[in-house]
């Protein structure tokens, strides 16, 4: 599977009061090119710090569902907050890595994701629930059922290395961005838009 | 002194602070004793300085107003953080940094950091005060006005024996 068709069957699987944010580089781009959405965060740089983020928005909103969308570069690079998140046991939190086992924003260097299996990584830590999945129909099977149940959860969806030809940049200004995602994570009603 | 420390920790819950995570210091031990011994402040022990820039940045997100507590040394590991998250997205978060090396006088891994760290912040462009016992409320004051109309992170640069 390409990460491309697996960022299109998350994005899909996704709700508008879902708080979601995309680690830095190729996956955030493919998120936005997926359908953007005031309850979108896309990371422009501090990779590896997705996560932490994810961790202390769905500390601060214990009834918001907080979906972090992660790349296996990004987990290992802080995979000290893995032990966090089980720490802080967040009900709320889910945790989808997309593991192509390289990093795939500098040209495809091999990352040791092959070697380390990262949801096998996070459920020692502590999470609640972690699977992998590697095929399409797996992946809309795991997410139907993903958000029905408490987190912290880790969905490693294995994908083939490579990006999405014609991705587009987030045209959106930082500032105007984190204003734009504050005001979807702190709005009562999510829905009223 | 924990009489500071506590002092200190009700000074920046009056301005607001409701969001409290960090990596411990020595020089600030008062202060983390109280935040992890009382459940109100649910205190997260973050596992490295820039995951817990991170996590205070969520919380921002989710509407906290959030204070992370680090030693001097977490500057380096937070620099990036910083400099790629906080300052370009402008999320305020108010850094509580330990002085280790101040004047020469400390162990040797914290003697660089000790004599560079206010031109670090001057460098990277994060406003900082210099913590004095006697006017603790108007410097948290003023921290915190600084982040509030510019979005920017701020930092109170803890000197040793003030919440220990």
Redesign the interface.
């Known amino acids: 599977m390409k990460r491309y068709e697996a960022v299109e069957i998350i994005s899909a699987a996704l709700a508008p009061d879902h708080l979601v944010i995309g680690c830095n580089g190729m996956i955030s781009r493919e998120l936005f090119t997926a359908g953007d959405g005031p309850n979108k965060f896309y990371m422009i740089g501090s990779m590896g710090l997705a996560s932490s983020m994810g961790l202390g928005l769905a500390l601060r909103q214990p009834e918001r569902t907080v979906v972090v969308i992660d790349g296996d570069g990004n987990v290992l690079m802080n995979m000290g907050t893995l032990a966090n998140i089980a720490a802080a046991q967040a009900r709320n939190l889910y945790h989808i890595v997309l593991d192509n086992g390289v990093h795939g924003s500098t040209g495809n260097q091999k990352t040791i994701s092959s070697d380390v299996p990262l949801e096998q990584v996070a459920w020692a830590c502590g999470y609640a629930r972690a699977s992998r999945v590697d095929e399409p129909h797996a992946l809309r099977e795991a997410l139907a059922e993903l958000f029905c149940e408490p987190g912290p959860a880790m969905l490693l969806v294995r994908v083939e290395p490579g990006n999405l030809e014609s991705v587009g940049r987030v045209d959106i200004e930082p500032p105007d961005l984190a204003r734009r995602f504050r005001g979807a994570a702190t709005n009562a009603d999510p829905l009223a838009g | 002194m924990s009489g500071t420390a506590s002092a200190f920790l009700d000074l920046l819950e009056a301005e607001g602070y409701d ?1 409290f ?1 960090g990596v411990p210091c020595s020089l600030f031990k008062g202060v983390t004793r109280l935040l992890d011994g009382e459940p109100r402040y ?1 205190y ?1 022990s ?3 300085e ?15 107003k ?1 204070v992370v507590f680090m030693q001097n040394s977490g500057l380096g590991t937070s620099s ?2 910083l ?3 906080n300052l ?4 305020p978060v108010l850094l509580v940094v330990s002085w280790r090396g101040y004047q020469g006088k400390d162990a040797p891994e914290h003697l660089i950091m000790g004599d560079v760290m206010e031109q670090w912040f001057q460098m990277i462009g994060v406003p900082y005060q210099i913590l004095d016992p006697e006017r603790m409320e108007e410097q948290v004051r003023e921290v915190t006005a600084t982040a509030e109309a510019t ?1 920017k992170p701020v930092a109170l640069l803890v000197h040793k024996g003030i919440l220990q």
């Open positions: 969001f995570t649910a997260l973050a596992v490295r820039d995951a817990a820039v991170g996590a205070a940045s969520g919380a921002w997100f989710g509407g906290a959030p990036n953080a400099v790629s998250l370009i997205y402008d999320i979005g």
